[in-house]
Nanobody, 119 residues
């Protein structure tokens, strides 16, 4: 069974930094598109950053210049480095990946990890 599990996150002060990582496990030939999404209290889930397998990166306007998405294909991990954090970055952060295995290609979500930015 293919799973994504996030780790990291937690509490940070405004202006501080945090990183969240995501490890993929199970029968996986390759990670294709990867991404990070978030859901703030009372709001819908939104895209934070995505990175197709060609290495291009796309960010939400609200995080451009502050967040960095990266990947390690060999280790099947995703990383989101978050700098200059703001209280409005408080949310549950979810990793997402499209994976290819013997059953074909499909999307998989992690269960989420809480990030709180507060003084």
């Amino acid at each position: 069974q293919v799973q994504l599990v996030e780790s990291g996150g937690g509490l940070a002060q405004p202006g501080g930094s945090l990183s969240v990582s995501c490890a993929a496990s199970g029968s996986i030939f390759s990670l294709n598109l990867i991404g990070w999404y978030r859901r703030a209290p009372g709001k819908q889930r939104e895209m934070v950053a995505i990175m197709p397998s060609d290495g291009n990166r796309n960010y939400a306007e609200s995080v451009k210049g502050r967040f960095t998405i990266s990947r390690d294909n060999a280790k099947k991990t995703l990383l989101l480095q978050m700098d200059s954090l703001k209280p409005e970055d408080t949310a549950v952060y979810y990793c997402y990946a499209t994976i290819t295995n013997a059953q074909g290609m499909r999307g998989v979500w992690g269960p989420g990890t809480q990030v709180t930015v507060s003084s």
